[in-house]
């Protein structure tokens, strides 16, 4: 059963602008959720941890229990930011990850 | 430094030719994966160990083995390689394990791996 869902493959946003990368989980305890990017030719690294609630270089994102949702948002997009982002749930004793969304900022 | 590091980092083989892809990492993490990224599929995982001589089979098991005999080696063995296991393969570590929530995890560089 697919557990996390990542509805965008590409996602192209201007320099400045705000962005937002969706993510929706099903699982049926209390979720553990992360988000991942992947810039050009370097390794996975996290980027936010639900349970820190942290702000990691102006990206959030809220677990909202309700829409089982752990959107990823930034006010004010950087070119920087132009990367692979995958959202990630642990259940268990595994991870599972979504299909990740390719994000192009625009300058 | 902290990390955790994979080789080969590319390696083209042909079908049958047994291969190792070794992973090791200095963090004295008690949990370590395999994954394998495919265009369009995200990041499945392979295998995964909570401990030493403790491992479990993740979401695409079929045609790969893993060892856990030290805490910080996880190498990821392919008996027979066939052209569908073509991809590229990473290995993650993590410290939290056993009853406590799975903390995140840290990434190798990733091994490019052809089967010819």
């Known amino acids: 059963a697919q557990r996390v869902t990542q509805p965008e493959k590409l996602l192209s946003v201007f320099k400045g602008a705000p962005v937002e990368l969706k993510c929706n989980y099903s699982y049926s305890g209390s979720p553990e959720l992360f988000w991942y990017v992947q810039y050009s030719r370097q390794r996975l690294q996290l980027l936010l941890r639900h349970i820190s609630r942290e702000s990691i270089k102006g990206f959030t994102a809220d677990l909202n229990k309700g829409e089982t949702s752990f959107h990823l948002k930034k006010p004010f997009a950087q070119e920087e930011d132009s990367a692979m982002y995958y959202c990630?749930?642990?259940?268990?004793?595994?991870?599972?990850f979504g299909t990740g969304t390719s994000l192009t900022v625009i300058p | 430094e902290a990390q955790v590091t994979q080789n080969p980092r590319y390696l083209i083989t042909v079908t049958g030719k047994k291969l190792t892809v070794t992973c090791s990492q200095n963090m004295n993490h008690e949990y370590m994966s395999w994954y394998r990224q495919d265009p369009g599929l995200g990041l499945r995982q392979i295998y995964y160990?909570?401990?030493?001589?403790?491992?479990d089979k993740g979401d695409v098991p079929e045609g790969y083995k893993v060892s856990r005999k030290e805490k910080r080696n996880f190498p990821l063995i392919l008996e027979s390689p066939s052209p569908n296991q073509t991809s590229l393969y990473f290995c993650?570590?993590?410290?939290?394990?056993?009853?406590?929530?799975?903390?995140?995890?840290?990434f190798g560089p990733g091994t490019r791996l052809t089967v010819t």
């Open positions: 990630a749930l642990t259940s268990g004793n595994q991870f599972y």
């Open positions: 993650a570590s993590s410290l939290d394990a056993g009853a406590t929530r799975l903390g995140p995890q840290y």
């Open positions: 160990s909570m401990n030493v001589e403790v491992t």
